[in-house]
Antibody, heavy 115, light 107 residues
Framework: QIQLVQSGPELKKPGESLKISCKAS????????MQWVKQAPGKGLQYMGW????????TYADDFKERFVFSLETSASTAYLQINNLKNEDTATYFC????????WGQGTLVTVSS | ETVMTQSPTSMSTSIGERVTLNCKAS??????VDWYQQTPGQSPKLLIY???NRHTGVPDRFTGSGFGRDFTLTISNMEAEDLAVYYC?????????FGGGTKLELK
């Protein structure tokens, strides 16, 4: 069956960087784009952008153009979200989702940024 | 960007009740709206895509409708497992945007 499995929770300090992975299985990785969604604690869903899994071209929503990087390791059917120069407001759960439509979601990766 | 406004933000319901959730777009998005259900601690689940198409395995008590700016998700016969937060998502304009969500609670 189709699965997206994300890497585990992260605890980081402000200014540090991290890289979250999202490994796809059960389908041809390049058949669907990979989307990224942020959910701050107790808040709603915020669309971050997507990466074309055929070309590797990322597209970012306005709020995520500065410190965020989407990338792929196609041979491993894996997408990555890198966040540089972490800030307290990056504390959130980050989801990957294949689509559109976003039929399949990862389990989410909790990122906590605290000094 | 297109702003999606969901109403109400929360709703108290009873088991067996008919529930209507609304989503209004700040500009026309055609039929390019999905609905997602999220329970606490879980990832969102796709319920409806393309405004009115039920995703595989979604019970037929969930119905989506709408076009342009106004969209509706109806749960015809509320069940306990439907207590969740529901989000609409538009992808008719770039970037895609989510509504703020509607939380369904028990009366």
């Amino acid at each position: 069956q189709i699965q997206l499995v994300q890497s585990g929770p992260e605890l980081k300090k402000p200014g540090e960087s991290l890289k979250i992975s999202c490994k796809a299985s059960g389908y041809t990785f390049t058949d669907y784009a990979m989307q990224w969604v942020k959910q701050a604690p107790g808040k709603g869903l915020q669309y971050m952008g997507w990466i074309n899994t055929q070309t590797g071209k990322p597209t970012y929503a306005d709020d995520f153009k500065e410190r965020f990087v989407f990338s792929l390791e196609t041979s491993a059917s894996t997408a990555y979200l890198q966040i540089n120069n972490l800030k307290n407001e990056d504390t959130a759960t980050y989801f990957c989702a294949s689509g559109p439509p976003f039929a399949y979601w990862g389990q989410g990766t909790l990122v906590t940024v605290s000094s | 960007e297109t702003v999606m406004t969901q109403s109400p933000t929360s709703m108290s319901t009873s088991i067996g009740e008919r529930v209507t959730l609304n989503c209004k777009a700040s500009q026309s998005v055609g039929i390019n709206v999905d609905w997602y259900q999220q329970t606490p601690g879980q990832s969102p689940k796709l319920l409806i895509y393309g405004a009115s198409n039920r995703h595989t395995g979604v019970p037929d008590r969930f119905t989506g409708s709408g076009f342009g700016r106004d969209f509706t998700l109806t749960i015809s016969n509320m069940e306990a497992e439907d207590l969740a937060v529901y989000y609409c998502l538009q992808y008719g304009s770039i970037p895609p945007t989510f509504g703020g969500g509607t939380k369904l609670e028990l009366k």
